[in-house]
């Protein structure tokens, strides 16, 4: 049924968590698994910032940070493929700039994926209402492409 599924990580231990779940789904058919993990411009920029102080060339700075955390994500997203092939699963893996939810959707539907899995942080409705929630917007813009919300 779910042959093919997109498991998005902010490698923290909600969405751990969820990979336990990713994992099952092998038990009943899913035979590839598309990790994704999305680094917020928000985040990106905050990490320049500091450029912008140094006596560096600001350009060249912003790219060697923009290029450190991409590299530390793949680093990172390598050990879940491996955990997932393990499994005996086919894995891709995707380091994306820009929204979380955007970014998740966005690739679910070029990869043609049937599932959505990420972990959720369980924040209450009033934070998800004042700071916004990735799992929420996720589940908002998925349209026909089903969500699974694993609880921290």
């Given at each position: 049924?779910?042959?093919?599924?997109?498991?998005?990580?902010?490698?923290?231990?909600?969405?751990?968590?969820?990979?336990?779940?990713?994992?099952?789904?092998?038990?009943?058919?899913?035979?590839?698994?598309?990790?994704?993990?999305?680094?917020?411009?928000?985040?990106?920029?905050?990490?320049?910032?500091?450029?912008?102080?140094?006596?560096?060339?600001?350009?060249?700075?912003?790219?060697?940070?923009?290029?450190?955390?991409?590299?530390?994500?793949?680093d990172k997203l390598?050990?879940?493929?491996?955990?997932?092939?393990?499994?005996?699963?086919?894995?891709?893996?995707?380091?994306?700039?820009?929204?979380?939810?955007?970014?998740?959707?966005?690739?679910?539907?070029?990869?043609?994926?049937?599932?959505?899995?990420?972990?959720s942080h369980g924040?209450?409705?009033?934070?998800?209402?004042?700071?916004?929630?990735?799992?929420?917007?996720?589940?908002?813009?998925?349209?026909?492409?089903p969500v699974l919300?694993?609880?921290?």
């Open positions: 049924m779910f042959r093919k599924v997109l498991f998005a990580t902010d490698f923290t231990r909600y969405s751990m968590n969820a990979l336990r779940y990713v994992i099952k789904l092998k038990e009943a058919g899913t035979e590839e698994v598309v990790v994704i993990h999305v680094i917020e411009n928000a985040t990106l920029e905050a990490m320049v910032e500091s450029c912008i102080w140094s006596k560096e060339d600001v350009q060249k700075c912003e790219e060697e940070i923009k290029e450190k955390v991409i590299s530390e994500a793949q390598k050990s879940v493929k491996e955990e997932l092939e393990k499994h005996g699963m086919k894995v891709k893996i995707f380091v994306k700039v820009g929204k979380p939810a955007v970014k998740i959707v966005e690739t679910a539907r070029e990869e043609g994926v049937s599932l959505i899995v990420l972990g924040k209450s409705r009033i934070e998800d209402v004042l700071i916004g929630s990735v799992a929420e917007n996720v589940v908002r813009h998925a349209a026909n492409i919300l694993v609880r921290g």
